[in-house]
Structure formats: C-alpha cells, structure tokens
C-alpha cells in the first residue's frame, strides 16, 4: 500500500505497480465509484462493460453498441 497527496489541481499519482497490474497506460479511461467505505477506482474496458451489462440483465445486447461508439471514438 502507498500513500499519495492530492495536488492543487486534484490528481494524484496512480503507483506503477498498479499501472502494471492492470495495463493502465496513458489514456486509459478509469471510473470512480462511490461507497460506504470509501472510492473505487475501477479501469473501463471491456470486462467492465461485460460486468455492467450482466447486473442489468442485458448481457451483450447494449455491449456490442458500446464497444462501437468506443473504437468509433479511438479511430480518431
């Protein structure tokens, strides 16, 4: 565990062991999720849409129209 400071500007460094972990590079998107306990900070890809998807009940069928609009949106 390591403890980082928020900056005057509100960031704070994510370690580079967590970076490696989760294959966090520059751009990757990242959601932060409000709890009783605290913040979780979670990576946006794939597998997190899988997860969203199944807690609705919508397994795949919104998936495949947001993967899109996501590889519309890196194409450019």
């Known amino acids: 565990m390591e403890?980082?400071?928020v900056d005057r500007q509100g960031?704070?460094?994510?370690?580079?062991?967590v970076r490696r972990k989760f294959k966090?590079?520059?751009?990757?998107?990242?959601?932060?999720?409000?709890?009783d306990?605290?913040?979780?900070v979670k990576v946006?890809?794939?597998k997190?849409?899988?997860k969203l998807a199944g807690a609705l009940g919508l397994k795949r069928k919104?998936?495949?129209s947001l993967m899109?609009?996501?590889?519309?949106e890196i194409a450019l």
Do not use: Q
């Not at 966090?24 to 709890?35: D, E, H, L, P, S």
């Open 11 to 17: 960031r704070v460094g994510i370690p580079a062991g």
């Open 68 to 72: 899109d609009g996501k590889n519309a």
């Open 48 to 50: 997190y849409f899988d």
């Open 44 to 46: 946006v890809d794939k």
């Open 24 to 35: 966090m590079k520059a751009g990757t998107k990242v959601t932060f999720i409000n709890t």
């Open 3 to 5: 403890i980082k400071v």
């Open 62 to 64: 919104h998936l495949k």
């Open 37 to 40: 306990d605290g913040i979780e």
